[in-house]
């Protein structure tokens, strides 16, 4: 396998710093995770970040912020800097997620702007595109998820554009009522991805597929040959949700 195969999971506003201690120790405990051929993430909310980090720095488990600030520092009042996340043992940080873009007015202007911060504080980026429902046609899809990706990566040398990892979430396949994208139409709209963001990164980019993954549709969508990886919410929000997504999903992308 060239690259490895992502599994992670944003846990959203969910979770007290002794839930998020627990759902390490949990972790910590299944010895399989470490030889299982993914790399897994874990992203809590700001307030468990750095005991999450420090849990896992042990592990092979990557953990991350689920956003960060544009600027390196100032008056910002409310606001957490991509250093602030490094600080905390993050290496990770998701950017543009929908739920940003749709209640926190993020624009693609506003996601670069965090892209470029959070590579300069050293931060691998993780960023989220998708349509809306309105949107919800594979040509039409393609047209927005090609814009938020090169607008995510605009003005970067190709050597830092490479280093941003994308992942598509359809708006209308997220959390409570979504309706998980097929196999199919995931791998058609990540090949197209992967194709709009080519020029600009020097290589195929690594893309993730995010938006109701469950234990009944990991393994499909895992065999896809353009999902690099898979985003979770709610079936990974319990640590044995993401163990038993993750064994499932190992036993399938090895030889991928
Ligand atoms: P979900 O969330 O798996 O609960 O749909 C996915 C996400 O928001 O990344």
């Not at 991509?82 to 990770?92: I, M, R, S, Y």
Request: aromatic share 6%; glycine share 10%; charged share 15%.
């Amino acid at each position: 396998m060239a690259r490895p195969f992502w599994l992670g999971t944003g846990w959203k506003m969910n979770k007290t710093r002794s839930e998020a201690a627990a759902y390490c120790a949990t972790l910590e405990a299944a010895s399989d995770l470490a030889v299982l051929p993914l790399q897994l993430f874990v992203l809590p909310p700001f307030t468990a970040l750095a005991e999450v980090a420090a849990a896992l720095a042990d592990t092979p488990i990557m953990v991350g912020a689920q956003n960060c600030h544009w600027a390196e520092a100032g008056a910002w009042t409310g606001e957490i800097s991509a250093g602030q996340v490094a600080d905390c043992g993050a290496t990770l940080v998701e950017l543009g997620h929908s739920e940003r873009r749709a209640h926190f007015g993020e624009t693609d202007a506003l996601i670069n702007a965090k892209v470029k911060a959070a590579l300069s504080a050293g931060l691998t980026p993780l960023v989220c595109v998708g349509e809306t429902a309105e949107e919800r046609d594979l040509d039409a899809a393609a047209v927005t998820v090609a814009r938020q990706a090169r607008m995510a990566l605009s003005g970067l040398v190709p050597a830092d554009a490479a280093r941003v990892l994308l992942a598509y979430e359809p708006v209308w396949a997220i959390g409570d009522g979504g309706e998980p994208a097929t196999p199919a139409y995931a791998n058609a709209i990540q090949g197209s991805i992967k194709n709009a963001v080519l020029d600009l990164a020097g290589q195929s980019p690594t893309v993730l597929y995010g938006g109701s993954v469950n234990p009944g549709n990991a393994e499909a969508l895992a065999l896809e040959p353009e999902i690099d990886g898979l985003f979770v919410g709610r079936a990974a929000w319990q640590p044995a949700g993401l163990l038993a997504l993750a064994r499932q999903v190992a036993a399938v992308v090895e030889g991928k």
